[in-house]
């Protein structure tokens, strides 16, 4: 267990190997967060995936009998928060459980044994003793279910998914961990899991994160945050708002490198007009990790070459995820190598245009077989048009 303040413990369970979450790429593990709060009545936020319940129970052990839990509190159900639910419930057999309105449903759709389960409407509250929790409804962040609770009288946020890190760490508060690694974490996590819903960021921050005062964020992944509260609290306000930088993310595929000096040309263009520039080649990055670029870049241009009269099928793959965590508002523009139809860069066109309020007003750039030198001064010169765009549209 880990003391997070007099009577609050960590008792989750730390995931080292996990490498996949999703089909986000997890190099760092990750944990699942559950905490005890010791008062008249004995609370405990959350437990772990399933396989890692005996570790859970450990670190409850070492603080109190586990049969004395008098609440659990549910903050989502997804099975990486709710997984040991019903074994701990076996052993705490007199314990209250409490959920939203959806998490009600969704708990008894997983775990019908379930029977008894309290819920928590906006702003509710539960009483302990000496200590009293609000709980906030967060719905779609990121599953209908999900809510906070705050503990006013320490100051601390149980944020639930939001604020959260894929993190396996010996040590678990934020002053004791690598400050550039925990932001790049916030932000990948923010960018593949949170980003779709922008908006109820916003209205989550309005309800259940400005009006309280907060000294210590407690999310269920991750690291504990006391340091870098506020800090967190508003590069999540400046990502859920679009705030991006002048800088521009460069995406391709390439088969014979027409389309790797195509991208390599728009990419000097930009570096050139001084813009901040990313260069990602699909066979050897992520697109989880691209992700974590694509958050604050004004501009996303993508490249294809043609196959089989269609894109490159890393190309495609970027794009439906693209699609689906819906970033708004950005500068897109296509380009590629084709040998005779040239369907590729046209594709990535038109799905890029499908993106909501982007700016796609440049045409799509394709370039017939291996560019010659005057074709790439024209590739160059197009990055520097990127670039004007870029300019005048980040004040």
């Known amino acids: 267990m880990v003391t997070i303040k007099k009577n609050i413990y960590w008792v989750g369970g730390v995931d080292w190997n996990i490498r996949d979450f999703h089909g986000y790429t997890t190099e760092e593990g990750s944990s699942y967060n559950a905490y005890l709060i010791i008062d008249e009545k004995i609370t405990l936020i959350d437990t772990v995936k399933g396989y890692l319940y005996e570790e859970m129970l450990s670190r409850i052990s070492e603080i109190i009998d586990p049969a004395k839990i008098d609440n659990i509190i549910s903050l989502h159900t997804e099975m990486d928060h709710s997984g040991a639910l019903p074994e701990i419930y076996k052993v705490a057999k007199n314990a209250k459980i409490y959920a939203s309105p959806q998490g009600v449903i969704g708990l008894k759709k997983h775990y019908p044994e379930l029977k008894e389960i309290a819920t928590c409407e906006e702003g509710s509250t539960l009483n302990t003793g000496k200590y009293t929790f609000t709980f906030h409804l967060a719905q779609m962040l990121h599953w209908p279910d999900n809510m906070a609770a705050?503990?006013?009288?320490?100051?601390?946020?149980?944020?639930?998914?939001?604020?959260?890190?894929?993190?396996?760490?010996?040590?678990?508060?934020?002053?004791?961990?690598?400050?550039?690694?925990?932001?790049?974490?916030?932000?990948?996590?923010?960018?593949?899991?949170?980003?779709?819903?922008?908006?109820?960021?916003?209205?989550?921050?309005?309800?259940?994160?400005?009006?309280?005062?907060?000294?210590?964020?407690?999310?269920s992944h991750g690291i504990i945050i006391r340091k870098y509260t506020k800090e967190i609290i508003a590069k999540y306000i400046e990502w859920a708002t679009n705030t991006v930088k002048k800088k521009a993310l460069v995406v391709y595929d390439s088969m014979w490198e027409s389309t790797d000096k195509l991208a390599r040309q728009i990419q000097r263009g930009l570096e050139d007009s001084g813009v901040e520039t990313s260069l990602c080649d699909l066979k050897y990055n992520h697109i989880s990790d691209i992700m974590t670029d694509v958050l604050d870049s004004a501009a996303i241009i993508v490249g294809s070459p043609t196959l089989n009269s269609n894109m490159l099928p890393n190309v495609a793959a970027f794009l439906c995820y693209l699609k689906g965590l819906a970033p708004v508002k950005r500068i897109g523009m296509a380009f590629g190598s084709f040998g005779w139809n040239g369907q590729g860069h046209k594709q990535v066109h038109s799905i890029l245009s499908e993106l909501k309020e982007w700016d796609v007003s440049l045409e799509p750039l394709g370039v017939k077989y291996i560019p010659t030198e005057e074709e790439l001064a024209m590739v160059y010169q197009k990055g520097k048009s990127i670039a004007s765009l870029i300019e005048n549209t980040v004040k």
Do not use: T, W
């Open 150 to 219: 705050y503990l006013g009288e320490e100051k601390i946020l149980f944020s639930n998914d939001a604020f959260g890190q894929h993190i396996a760490s010996s040590v678990h508060f934020d002053d004791m961990y690598s400050e550039g690694m925990f932001f790049r974490q916030a932000m990948k996590y923010y960018a593949n899991i949170v980003q779709c819903y922008n908006e109820r960021v916003v209205a989550f921050a309005k309800k259940a994160v400005m009006p309280h005062d907060i000294e210590i964020i407690c999310p």
